[in-house]
């Protein structure tokens, strides 16, 4: 073996991966360009996450390999059969009617379930396996939701043709907040749905300082870590304002509701300061930092 690849290989031995996360699905081989790319793909390789999938098809008994069947009462489409899933969850350590071990947390994704917002991710990030149900059809047979009682989580109000896709975009959000998968901890700091104020994220640029009589704007050059940040907060509540009025008027009322003033606010919005500017301080005695490589 060359010394890089078994440099690479004791690194993955060395370090236990943070976050395990099974994939429950007909199409497996939708996930191998996803997994093995950019990010999540390094982060794999460095042991940081380990993401395993499991074809519930092959848990079927019949000749045929069935997993669907014809809905009860009629109706379009098929139905996912309850025990070729139940029993792949058996062989995964996690059989049904059983408690589930602390820090696992069992996901059905399903246009029915809980719309995705970043604090659930930020909570499910924080699990130490999480196992995802992808469906397929018509959905699941309803008695796995009584067997199982798992979250549903939908990642939006619109159809998918199944579960996968949906779980690829679960995967990556909670991927970005395992420590050290993002190349500065910080960057998901500063982003689009802060679950404290909501806010979407400020405008950015880079090289050059003029495209086409397009400038950067003069306060990015002053090398005033606080002035910076203050004008980056500043253009995120603009942009929220002028783009999506919803957020703002969402966090507002809930304060309003736990009896939080102004002030509140403005707290948060001097931390967000402080903390922008010390993070900028530190970029600029190292490495920039890139989310992306």
Known sequence: MPAEEASSEKERRDVAAQLRI?????????FSGFLEASLLGKA?????????LHDFRAFATDRHRTVDDKPYGGGPGMVLMCEPILACLDSLGLPPGTPRPAGTRLVMLTPQGDRLEQRRVQELARAERLVLLCGRYEGFDERLRDILEPEEISVGDYI???????????????????????????????ESHDPQTKWLDYPVYTRPPEVRGHKVPEVLFSGDHEAVARWRLEQAKRRTRERR??????TEGS?????ASEREEERLVAERIRRMAEVSRQQRRGRHPNKED
Not at 22 to 30: A, R
Not at 44 to 52: C, E, I, K, P, S
């Open 22 to 30: 099974d994939v429950l699905t007909l199409f497996p081989e939708l």
């Open 245 to 250: 009025p919803d957020l703002l008027a969402a």
């Open 255 to 259: 304060r309003q509701g736990e009896g």
């Open 160 to 190: 998918l043709t199944g579960g996968e896709p949906a779980a690829m975009i679960l995967i990556d959000a909670v991927s970005r907040l395992v420590p050290g998968v993002l190349g500065h901890d910080a960057s998901a700091e500063f």
């Open 44 to 52: 794999r390789a460095r042991g940081l996450m380990d993401v395993a």
